[in-house]
């Protein structure tokens, strides 16, 4: 372990800031902190610290963990933040890091006939061998660009070397305690463990805190509601048996275990009961009732069954009476086709009695012929006006319509007539 606390100690004091070293440092000596009390420890606030650690965890540095808590007076528990350092994902880290940077100071290997060996010293271009072939002067390989001789270089364009022992020699205090850390055993480090080995946090008088309580998160966590501890079952039983069915032990079990839920699960009296006749409506009754109950049952179904045939011999005989009729009524036969041919006749007579034909007057057209019902508008129209008294007025009205119908009964061949009659009808009184 104290292989792993001096290589972390060196990485972050080679690559991180003055702020990240303390809170390191805290947490090796601590094993385990709370956010308010590392925070209390760097004389900061906890906005400031959770920026600073959440850095550190992404570099797995250390680790974050979560748990509810109580305080006194509160009965609604808090979510509080702890940070500890676990060991192996910190040294796996470091590991991977160191592996990626040599990998990038290396760079990516260069096929030898895309590597660029020939240099021009006067316009700095660079040449592979493939492309300075066909430009052979007097001292060598010519430039295309400015014609002048090319300088060979094969090691210039080689990635590694200087980079590589400058990395080497920089990281020489890690690549020496990687094998040795290696070769001895990292004990694995969760929060339980690093809680057990943490170490209190001293504060004054003047920044004192709450006492809390860790809320339990396991399986003997208390349950909101009371009766609902165990609510998985506590052990499973499987009985084989060569019977078909269940056997007659098992019957009985299960019907004592209906029975035990069917109390369980009854209703009060002030429920069950009807407080008019007293009749019970609940599930759970006594094999007395139930018996009663059933013979009820039965009579009621019976009494049913009495009335449904008496109200289908019912309307049997209903329909068998109609049946008779209507055979003495087809054998009675119907009425002869001569009555009622007269009794035709009569309704078309009547008809046209109804409705008799007027006799059109010598003027053929019907502009110029007044109706009955003008004349007789006119007429009373014509006396209204002249101010009579209602019993003359009677008395003309009925002479007028008189005259009118004997010259409807008239010859309608007698033009003197027709001439005196429409004098009359247009006589002034």
């Known amino acids: 372990m104290d292989l792993a ?30 956010d308010d009390d590392l925070a209390y420890l760097m004389a900061i606030n906890t906005k400031d610290l959770h920026k600073i650690c959440g850095k550190l965890r992404e570099d797995r540095f250390l680790t974050v963990h979560t748990r509810s808590e109580l305080r006194d007076g509160n009965p609604r528990p808090s979510n509080r ?70 300088t060979f270089e094969a090691d210039r364009t080689s990635t590694g070397h200087e980079q590589s022992t ?31 080995k943490a170490r209190p946090v001293v504060r004054d008088a003047t920044h004192q805190r709450a006492a809390t309580i860790a809320v339990e998160s396991g399986p003997n966590r208390p349950m909101a509601v009371k009766g609902l501890t165990n609510t998985g079952p506590q052990s499973i039983a499987v009985n084989i048996s060569t019977s078909d069915g269940p056997s007659a032990a098992e019957k009985e079990a299960e019907k004592a275990r209906k029975e035990k839920i069917a109390q369980q699960n009854a209703l009060p009296s002030w429920m069950s009961n009807s407080t008019v006749t007293g009749e019970s409506f609940s599930g759970t009754l006594s094999d007395g009732l139930i018996s009663l109950k059933q013979d009820d049952e039965s009579n009621t179904a019976s ?21 008779a009729e209507q055979a003495a009524e087809m054998a009675k036969g119907v009425m002869p086709g001569g009555n009622d041919e007269d009794f035709d006749s009569e309704e078309e007579d009547g008809d046209e ?35 009579d008294s209602a019993d003359e007025r009677a008395a003309k009205k009925v002479k007028v319509e008189q005259e009118i119908k004997k010259e409807s009964e008239g010859p309608e061949g007698d033009d003197d007539t027709g001439d005196e009659d429409e004098d009359m009808e247009f006589e002034d009184i």
């Open 353 to 387: 009695d109804e409705f008799e034909d007027v006799p059109a007057t010598g003027n053929t057209s019907s502009l110029g012929t007044p109706s009955t019902a003008a004349v007789k508008r006119e007429v009373s129209t014509i006396l209204s006006r002249d101010g």
């Open 166 to 196: 400058r990395l080497n020699d920089q990281f020489k205090f890690i690549s020496e305690l990687l094998p040795k850390i290696d070769a001895v055993h990292i004990p694995e480090c969760d929060f339980d463990r690093a809680l057990a």
């Open 81 to 150: 933040t702890w940070y500890y350092i676990n060991y192996r994902h910190t040294i796996d880290a470091i590991k991977w890091r160191v592996y990626t940077i040599d990998k990038e100071v290396q760079g990516a290997p260069v096929p030898a006939n895309e590597k660029k060996e020939y240099f021009c010293s006067f316009c700095k271009a660079e040449w592979t061998a493939m492309e300075v072939l066909d430009s052979v002067g007097p001292n060598g390989f010519l430039c295309h660009r400015c014609h002048h001789t090319l």
């Open 303 to 323: 009494k049913g069954k009495k009335v449904d045939a008496n109200t289908s011999a019912k309307i049997d005989d209903i329909f068998e009476k109609l049946k």
């Open 5 to 34: 606390v001096t290589l972390i100690k060196s990485v972050l004091r080679a690559f991180y800031p003055t702020r990240d070293i303390l809170v390191m440092d805290a947490l090796i000596l601590h094993e385990a902190l709370r």
